[in-house]
């Protein structure tokens, strides 16, 4: 058996699987978007870009631009947070560095619904937070359905998925180059952003892409913590799951992933360029 051979074998079964089960529902959405619904909302396969229209008009581009915006903030607030996390964990954890890391894992381990439900009681006019609230004479106060707590619970799901990215590059940091730029004079923040940052930036990508794009397609903490905050997620689920426009459910599908893949080639142009700006400086430096 040629090495060719062997490698068309070995990938075989992985390619089988991406094609039956990725691109060729993939391709059945792109073609319910290019469909024209019938009377129940059923596609009629044709060429037609009405759904993608649709999807930009006023009535749901709110929808569109919260969604994004939401997914945003979220990623944002889970780099602020979990940077200084994983930094910490991988360069003062020692041996704790296991049991940190699990402890950051555990609670994200328990069934998604069962979490979300937990900060429903924990915020709800008879949890402990409205309890505590109340000792001060300040409750109770309706902490559920509203944006703060569905940010919060975008937070709160997504962030070790940013912590994990961060301290697998931090891991990779040699430590060697920090002394250096101390010995250089370097004071502490400006050792930190010059060396330590610009080594991380492909775990801060990763985890900027992993929060972005779950909290891009999520709907059921906007549903249960968002209150009315409507989002796309939500939306498609009314279309595909109710009686909706089949078509107009896949147009906004396919808007959504079209999101996903530019951010991501956006993320991937932008640590280029910051690289490439970083050798340049450099070079002439």
């Known amino acids: 058996m040629t090495t060719r051979t062997g490698w068309v074998r070995t990938l075989l079964p992985g390619t089988t699987w991406l094609i039956c089960f990725y691109l060729v529902p993939l391709g059945l959405i792109l073609a319910a978007a290019l ?3 019938d009377m129940i909302g059923r596609p009629v396969y044709g060429f037609s870009l009405d759904n993608f229209a649709l999807v930009f008009q006023s009535t ?3 929808v569109v631009a919260r969604t994004f915006g939401y997914a945003v903030l979220a990623t944002v607030a889970c780099l602020l947070i979990g940077y200084p996390c994983a930094y910490a964990i991988s360069r003062y954890g020692g041996r704790a560095k296991p049991a940190l890391l699990l402890a950051v894992l555990v609670p994200w381990l328990a069934d998604y619904l069962i979490r979300i439900y937990a900060w429903v009681q924990v915020l709800g006019r008879e949890g402990p937070v409205n309890s505590l ?3 001060f004479g ?3 106060v309706n ?3 509203n944006p703060y707590a569905l940010i919060l619970g975008l937070i709160y799901s997504f962030l070790p998925f940013m912590i994990l990215a961060v301290f697998l590059a ?3 940091v040699d430590w060697r180059l920090l002394e250096a730029a101390q010995d250089l004079h370097a004071g502490p923040w400006r050792a930190f952003s010059t060396v330590v940052v610009p080594l991380t930036t492909g775990g801060i ?3 900027c892409q992993l929060v972005f794009l779950l909290s891009l397609g999520d709907f059921a903490i906007a549903q249960f913590l968002g209150g009315s905050t409507y989002l796309m997620g939500n939306l498609i689920r009314d279309q595909l799951a109710t009686a909706g426009s089949l078509p107009f459910g896949a147009a906004l599908t396919a808007t959504l ?3 996903m893949v530019a951010f991501v080639a956006l993320a991937g142009l932008a640590v280029a360029a910051y690289r490439t700006l970083r050798r340049t400086r450099v070079h002439h430096g």
């Open 60 to 62: 749901y581009l709110p």
């Open 257 to 259: 992933l079209a999101g």
């Open 133 to 135: 609230l109340q000792r």
């Open 170 to 172: 931090v891991e990779r």
């Open 143 to 145: 902490l559920v359905g």
């Open 35 to 37: 469909a024209t619904p």
């Open 205 to 207: 990508a990763a985890g």
């Open 138 to 140: 300040l409750g109770p």
